[in-house]
């Protein structure tokens, strides 16, 4: 019996001090750790230095062929179709038309639309036309090969445009080796809607561009051939661009690739610091945005190097929150900022609509010059390096 109690004894010893020897933390063992073991977080907030509304380079390839005309700004398209089959080369081409389906508008949705179709007479690249390029000299045909009108079209119709036969036939056929098809130019002429077209590259085949063509075969029956392959551009430009040297709010507009940059002073920050997190803030100005059912509500904060570069592939998507009366865009900062505390000397983040290439929304934000509550602003946390 005595021996029983004996080892019972030993085991609850046993136990309390392997419970002792634990290696969870503790106040009193928390309290002997030098401070040197332990980071210290220190938090930084600062307002922005300065603000400007800037172009950026062209924009990238488009999910949507925006053309049409509003009071503010109007959008141009070029594309070219491939070249029509061999086998219809010497049968008689009885009519061609361009088919478009609508999938997007900006503007009065009801407004009528209209567009001239020229000839393009030089070769162009989709990642380098802009609009004073297409609109040079020499670029395309100034006689219009149609005419088309429109009194209102819907978001999910199809229009179609008549060409000319004979210049159909002039680009050839994939058998031919000289080249001569440089596409079409549409020219809006309407005044208060752009429209947009489901491009080449939908993912909905039934939505594609059409070259719709229709023959007589040799047994004198009427038949069609269709052609949806092909490249495309639009390009756009702004009426007005007084308020882009306004230093209280900042502009970010769609289709034009106009862009807000923001400018912070973080010196303060001894150089080589950890950025543990950092997040920037855009305070909206609903009254001078213009938004409609289509907006993708989100930014882009884009990394800007030392010569003014805008590096679209660093970047943070900036989401919209709603504390009280604000609606103020979040997004990560602390790639931008530890870059600046290791040197980078221009300290400045660029601001994009995330929907730039698709659409012609615009984004106000307010800007350096606004009032304190409202200047964009950055809080961040960092520690020293040990």
């Not at 978001?155 to 000319?164: A, F, G, L, N, R």
């Not at 882009?300 to 592939?313: E, Q, R, Y």
Request: glycine share 6%; aromatic share 10%; charged share 15%.
């Amino acid at each position: 019996m005595k021996q029983r109690f004996l080892l019972s004894s030993i085991l609850v010893l046993l136990v309390i001090t392997l419970i002792r020897c634990s290696e969870d933390p503790n106040p009193v063992g928390a309290g002997l750790l030098p401070a040197s073991d332990s980071i210290r977080l220190d938090t930084l907030t600062v307002t922005a230095t300065g603000s400007s509304s800037e172009t950026a380079i062209p924009l990238a390839l488009s999910s949507r062929i925006l053309i049409g005309n509003t009071p503010e700004m109007e959008a141009w398209a070029v594309m070219r179709f491939g070249p029509i089959p061999d086998s219809i080369l010497f049968l008689p081409m009885l009519s061609a038309e361009i088919n478009l389906r609508t999938v997007y508008h900006f503007g009065d949705s009801l407004a009528a639309f209209s567009v001239d179709v020229h000839q393009v007479l030089q070769e162009w690249g989709t990642d380098s036309l802009t609009i004073d390029s297409l609109q040079a000299p020499g670029f395309y045909d100034l006689t219009s090969l149609t005419q088309a009108a429109f009194p209102s079209v819907g978001d999910t119709e199809t229009i179609s445009i008549p060409v000319d036969t004979n210049m159909v036939r002039s680009w050839g056929t994939y058998s031919d080796t000289v080249f001569t098809n440089y596409g079409l130019l549409l020219r809006p002429t309407n005044t208060n809607v752009i429209k947009g077209f489901a491009p080449f590259i939908a993912a909905d085949a039934t939505q594609l561009p059409q070259l719709l063509m229709t023959f007589q075969d040799s047994a004198g029956n009427i038949d069609t051939a269709i052609v949806n392959a092909g490249t495309y551009r639009y390009v756009t430009r702004l009426k007005n661009t007084t308020w882009a040297s306004d230093s209280v709010r900042m502009y970010v507009r769609n289709g034009v690739a106009y862009r807000g940059v923001v400018a912070f002073d973080v010196s303060s920050i001894p150089l080589h610091a950890a950025i543990h997190k950092a997040t920037l803030q855009l305070t909206l100005d609903p009254t001078q945005s213009e938004f409609n059912s289509y907006t993708v509500d989100s930014t882009l904060s884009i990394f800007v190097t030392d010569d003014g570069t805008f590096i679209n592939s660093i970047n943070e998507i900036g989401e919209p929150q709603q504390p009280g009366d604000q609606r103020i865009y979040e997004s990560p900062a602390g790639q931008f900022v530890q870059r600046w505390v290791r040197g980078t000397a221009l300290q400045k983040i660029a601001i994009a609509g995330y929907g730039e290439s698709n659409a012609v929304d615009l984004f106000v934000f307010y800007g350096a010059a606004a009032s304190p509550e409202l200047k964009p602003k950055l809080t961040i946390i960092y520690s020293l390096m040990q």
